[in-house]
């Protein structure tokens, strides 16, 4: 009998971990487990209407990501509000694509800037540098204070000197409020940013506003 009550306690046990998961948005991706580091940030973007998965099975949390894409996940953060009395001043954003109405509202919101007047380049990829310097523009939208208290934050990583003149404020901002981490303890300011990490920078930084 107590047998037979260890193997029911068992089952039960188990069945209640599958029902655990069977609510996770990341049980249908192949690419996210729940073991993975990115796991939980993934769930918060994805239950935060912030991201998608790039096809009904993947996530892709290791994919690059373009200006375009971290632009339509901060118009998305705001509602996607109406863009229809606004400008759009680049020519490479044609009306009706996917991210259109959002590269408008973040240029005229002083969010992001393109890379020629003309020109935004939403396809390129984007570094973590230039996600500091968004985030840091965008919650100077929201009225967030960003003054540094800690001038020194990035003496701790050794290749604080590489980082883009411009982006300095921005990313001692987010490193001193832990929004962005470094990685093998570097601060890699110029490496190409992917999908996992956009959706930790995210929940950090809204969590963070909240």
Known sequence: MKRICVFLAVVMLLSGVAFAHEDCPCEIYDDITPEAWCHDETVYAIEHGLMNG???RRFDPNGCVSRAMLVTILYRCEGAPDVSDLTNPFVDVLDGQWYAEAVTWAYDNGIVN???PSSF????YITREQIAAILYRYAQFKGEAVSVSNPEALAAFPDCDIISAYAVDAVTWTVE???IKGIYGTLSSEALA???EIAAMLMRYLEMSC
Do not use: M, Q, W
């Open 194 to 196: 992917v999908r996992a």
């Open 114 to 116: 393109g890379v020629s």
């Open 121 to 124: 380049a939403p396809n390129r």
């Open 54 to 56: 790039i096809s009904e």
């Open 177 to 179: 409020r832990g929004i």
